[in-house]
């Protein structure tokens, strides 16, 4: 436990390899939103997984920003008994924001086990010294594009491929892919796309032995998806649906996935991403880690938390070129289809200070002063 003084909130303007395609544009950087805190016993660093708009989640950069000046900061600046484990109780009270939260829980657990000389990977329980790599492909034009991307990242040695899919895109790129490559691991997600009226088209998947089908419907159709789950051998996985270890339960019981991906943002943050996977590890449902595009930070911590003992598939820890030109921490990078844990103390990464300078867009800081309220400044 210790007292938080201050906290630093950098946004960073990183530039992609490729354009990012989402529902909003397609972009050639990605805005991130990382938190850098000051306690009595050192620092800490954390990375909000929000978007630049609220089309994955109802979450977006400038809104995580706002309410981490407004509303979550001042409920924990000051506080001479503040733990990690104890940010979610203190921020109990503003309801929702989970990625937001998420990112101060990482920086306050960063700051307190480097404090403690103990890596991320120690105090998860790591199994693993490096952690299999799977990688996401996109849409694309046609059928030899997305054969000579999932070629490149074979060549490149990654385990596992995933293909994005929507109606119209579906059966006859996986088809593609199983013929092209063999007995490759393979799943694929759909992102929500898809209604329960598509079960008996979606069943067409499972002549490709697939691992999974990752959140072919609607987040809210938990029960929808179990129905599905009727129809189709393949085995469905919820992402989005997943926003809580009550959450994970519920969908286990319903019979709505037998297996779950992963956010640590999505959840709110690593200790309920922990509690999520010593629940499924109780009901024997696997778990694998998603992925952000996050940077060297948030990778670190995502692949430090693979490494235990639930995470049964390939994730999408993706190396840091995939992504970025350049990281904001050393790199990365991929080792016989594997990404080594961290064993540093903290996340186990050191941010290059000088590059950050490069790319940020702009610094604010919240702090204390004794006997003063919350101070903001740019």
Not at 36 to 55: F, S, Y
Not at 89 to 104: D, F, N, S, W, Y
Not at 222 to 228: D, F, G, I, R, T
């Amino acid at each position: 436990m210790a007292l938080l003084q201050a906290i630093e909130m950098r946004r960073v303007r990183l530039p992609l390899v490729a354009p990012f395609r989402a529902s909003y544009g397609v972009h050639a950087e990605r805005d991130v939103l990382l938190l850098r805190v000051v306690t009595a016993g050192g620092e800490g660093w954390g990375e909000c997984a929000a978007l630049a708009e609220p089309t994955y989640t109802s979450e977006y950069v400038d809104g995580c920003q706002h309410v981490l000046r407004e509303h979550l900061l001042p409920r924990l600046l000051g506080r001479d008994d503040l733990s990690a484990a104890g940010v979610a109780e203190a921020l109990r009270p503003v309801v929702g924001h989970r990625m937001a939260k998420a990112a101060i829980e990482m920086a306050v657990l960063d700051a307190e086990l480097r404090s403690k000389r103990q890596s991320f990977a120690h105090f998860f329980g790591a199994v693993r010294a490096a952690v299999d790599s799977g990688v996401s492909v996109g849409i694309h034009r046609s059928i030899p594009a997305v054969l000579g991307t999932v070629g490149g990242y074979l060549d490149q040695g990654y385990r596992r491929i995933k293909l994005k899919i929507k109606p119209g895109w579906d059966v006859e790129p996986v088809r593609a892919v199983r013929e092209r490559f063999g007995d490759v691991p393979l799943q694929v997600d759909a992102n929500t796309a898809y209604s329960l009226s598509d079960a008996r088209h979606l069943a067409e998947l499972d002549a490709f032995d697939l691992l999974l089908i990752e959140q072919p419907l609607p987040e809210d159709q938990v029960l929808a998806h179990a129905e599905l789950a009727k129809v189709v051998r393949t085995p469905i996985c919820l992402d989005e649906s997943i926003t809580s270890a009550q959450a994970a339960a519920d969908a286990i019981q319903l019979g709505a996935c037998k297996i779950i991906n992963i956010k640590p943002g999505r959840v709110g943050g690593y200790l309920e991403a922990r509690r999520i996977h010593d629940l499924c590890a109780s009901r024997g449902v696997p778990v694998w880690m998603g992925g952000m595009l996050e940077t060297g930070l948030g990778r670190a911590g995502n692949v430090a938390m693979a490494a235990m003992p639930n995470f049964k598939l390939p994730g999408d820890t993706s190396a840091s070129d995939r992504y970025y030109h350049r990281d904001i921490t050393d790199p990365f990078v991929l080792v016989d289809g594997r990404l080594n844990v961290p064993d540093s103390p903290g996340l186990g990464v050191n941010v290059d200070l000088d590059y950050l300078k490069e790319i940020t867009a702009s610094v604010q800081m919240v702090q204390r002063r004794e006997g003063r309220p919350v101070r903001v400044g740019d």
